[in-house]
């Protein structure tokens, strides 16, 4: 085809949302790179770029340099996840359209994101006459696939890298799961035991779980089971906050 193209990666945004759904680690981002460059191998790739708040997502910024893509550090806030995924969302933007607006040789743009806040650049895109090819993640856009009207081509990211959810969990899952999280809960606490005032949230106890090899919502699953197991318990925070703790005499 020997297009010349331009892509633009919201890579926090598919990082955070990739790994609450599968529990996905640093690698798989490598995979994707690898996966794309094999899907437009007979196309002149241009401009390569990636978005995030490279102090966040560690250990990869050199890694996908070295693979033909321009880091793009976003700073963002410690305000949550929402936050950092707009960060990435605006920047991504305004270069893709300084990019379709000063480059009239770059006719094919394409578009990798985990939701559909990408709508606005991909109509505007259109409107200058570019090629949309859209890579986006089927499991977070299944209850809402109007995206999917803005692109002239697309591949979701399941497909492209082979990207499949596990099982349902079963009692032996959950009962593995449940002693996993009684200690993430006591090795987070015992790190901490100096610091009185710093408590173990959500967040943060799905980050250290699916560094055990769950997905963020497996870990939810999991730690609903083990409030109802009485193994772990919370206090609610208010500001949909709250705090992880062990349950006195733990059932497990």
Known sequence: MNNNIAIFWDLDNTYLTTREHFGINEEYLIDVIDSIHNLFKDDCIRIFRAYADYEKIRNVQSRIQKRRVIPKHVFSSNSGSDNRKNASDIELCLDALEIAIKN???????????????????????????YIHLIYLEAAISDDRLILDFANDSISLETLTNLTKKEELTEDDLNKGAQDALQVVKDFYKRNHEKTNVFLGLPFFKQDMIKKGYSGIEAETILNY???????DYEDLGDNKIKIVVKQQANI
């Open 226 to 232: 083990c409030f109802r197991e009485s193994i772990l």
């Open 104 to 130: 009239n040789d770059i006719n094919y743009f394409v578009i990798i994101t985990a939701d559909k806040d990408m709508i606005s650049l991909m109509h505007r895109l259109k409107y200058y006459g570019k």
